[in-house]
């Protein structure tokens, strides 16, 4: 039991070690600064629509052609999260599971896209779009801001992305949690904007040690995102300040009321990711 106790302690310190000493090295070191891709402008000049304009009533879902087709009228930018169907279509869709929007329990990678366009969102008439199909209709009209959803190995969800995005015109950024996601970019296609989302990973199912990396972006330096979107009042002032040392924009996610839009833009954020409401779309910059 002694020898099992000092074993215990060993370990937990070794652990406390490395994560001071991570925390160290983020805190002192900024990393390399960061030269903005041209045309990366808008994300802090308009304001980025969660999951397009969707409505809290439902009647316009989250990523549907819908809710892209309302933000466009409104002027806003979009965001829109994808995934990789099990024959290997890129769909516009947030969660790996259908349950939610759809009512059928099934998971996105696991379901055929011949089948998975026949489904409705929430009761309503929309479809699962495809980011192709998203791709065309905003032919550039407002920016777009692509959220890759891959959790796992990266490979074919970022290849097929990148196929569809490599010719487009309009303006688009691309960001995930999982920094290797960004630093596939920054290898194969290093002038596409790509951003880490972070946040304080609360409630999720992660090894501490992950969380902590991720939370603290300790892994920015190899993947080197343009920008950062981070949980809203969340992002520590000394962390946003070094992201400001190396030219890395900031925004926040999901801001809900005026009152938090105007709160996170006094503070460290230079433009919000929103849903729910109308912002001005003034006031960003």
Do not use: C
Request: charged share 25%; no cysteine; hydrophobic share 45%.
């Amino acid at each position: 039991m002694k020898k099992t106790k000092i074993a215990l302690w060993m370990i937990g310190s070794f652990i406390l070690v490395v994560v001071l000493s991570v925390g160290a090295y983020i805190y002192i070191n900024p990393g390399p600064s960061m030269e903005h891709t041209e045309g990366a402008e808008w994300l802090t000049d308009i304001p980025i629509a969660h999951r397009g304009f969707h409505t809290e009533d439902l009647t316009i879902p989250e990523n549907s052609m819908a809710a892209v087709e309302k933000a466009m009228d409104k002027g806003y930018a979009i965001e829109i999260d994808i995934h990789l169907s099990a024959d290997g279509e890129v769909v516009v869709f947030h969660d790996a599971h259908l349950q939610r929007m759809t009512g059928v329990d099934a998971y996105v990678d696991e379901t055929a896209w011949q089948e998975m366009k026949e489904l409705t969102l929430l009761e309503t008439e929309e479809t699962i779009p495809r980011l192709d199909d998203v791709l065309e209709r905003v032919d550039g009209e407002v920016p777009l801001l692509i959220e890759i959803k891959n959790e796992g190995s990266v490979g074919e969800l970022e290849e097929g992305v990148l196929e569809l995005v490599q010719d487009y015109d309009g303006d688009f950024a691309i960001q995930a949690f999982n920094p290797f996601v960004l630093q596939f970019f920054k290898e194969q296609a290093p002038d596409i904007i790509r951003g880490q989302l972070s946040g304080s990973f609360e409630g999720e199912n992660l090894p501490f040690y992950e969380a902590f990396a991720l939370r603290y972006l300790a892994l920015n330096n190899f993947s080197e995102p343009h920008f950062v979107a981070y949980e809203y009042d969340w992002m520590p002032q000394w962390l946003a300040n070094r992201q400001k040392a190396k030219n890395v924009d900031l925004l926040t996610w999901t801001i809900i009321s005026e009152e938090e839009m105007h709160h996170a833009l006094d503070g460290k954020y230079d433009n919000v990711i929103f849903e729910f409401f109308e912002p001005d779309k003034d006031f960003a910059g």
